[in-house]
């Protein structure tokens, strides 16, 4: 079974700042990651996806993400946030590729990327 | 190319009522997914279908169903409609093969009254 961990529903962070959001997941098999964003009444924006190759990840809007084996961790950075980044962030996992499965996303229970003028 | 579209955008029904939401996916995608979304339990997942016939199932009763035409287009159910089930509906569809990129619509929001 998997699972996604993210740490901390709510964030705040300053124009300019760094934006951090943690991600922790739990996979029996390699998995497949993702980040989402969401804004209000609006579904889910893909914002990048780690499959396989290279550990870091650039993604839309200067966001990236470092897959870590290792820490079992996908954390999203953006070094410098912006107004327009305030939305809800999903970090979600899925099953590797195997013949003639279904794929199915496991999602976090969110973050809330609050940004301060 | 258009994006995934959903309808209606919004819901209002009662208790003990059905509702069909619709999903039209990305065109050249086969594979369909439907998630709810509550503020307690978070984007839980549904049912994926491809090529009509359901390939996955999540951990929801059987009041909830679907089913996917011959144009990738698909319809979910909800009989006998509780409390409960007030949430954000979303469709995401992907290509099916060899790919976990999955696009979502903006979701159909369902209020129980």
């Known amino acids: 079974a998997q699972s996604v961990t993210q740490l901390g529903s709510h964030v705040s962070v300053s124009e300019g700042a760094l934006v951090l959001l943690r991600c922790n997941y739990s996979s029996s098999v390699p998995p497949y990651l993702f980040w989402y964003v969401q804004y209000p009444n609006q579904g889910l924006q893909l914002l990048l996806k780690y499959t396989t190759g290279a550990t870091l990840v650039k993604g839309i809007n200067g966001f990236e993400a470092e897959f870590k084996k290792s820490e079992t961790s996908f954390h999203l950075t953006k070094p410098s946030a912006h107004m327009s980044d305030a939305a809800e962030y999903f970090c979600a996992v899925s099953d590797t590729l195997s013949s003639g499965s279904a794929r199915q996303l496991t999602f976090g229970s969110g973050t809330q990327l609050t940004v301060l003028p | 190319k258009a994006g995934v579209t959903q309808t209606p955008r919004y819901l209002i029904k009662t208790r003990g009522q059905q509702v069909t939401l619709s999903c039209s996916p990305i065109?050249?995608?086969?594979?369909v997914s439907w998630y709810q979304q509550t503020p307690g339990q978070g984007l839980q997942f549904l049912f994926e279908y491809f090529s009509e016939t359901q390939r996955n199932k999540g951990n929801f009763p059987g009041r909830f169903s679907g089913r996917q035409f011959s144009n990738s287009r698909s319809e979910m159910n909800v009989s006998t409609l509780e409390l409960g089930d007030s949430a954000l509906y979303l469709c995401a569809s992907s290509l099916g093969a060899g790919n976990n990129e999955q696009f979502f619509g903006p979701g159909t929001r369902l209020t129980v009254l």
């Open positions: 065109s050249g995608h086969r594979s």
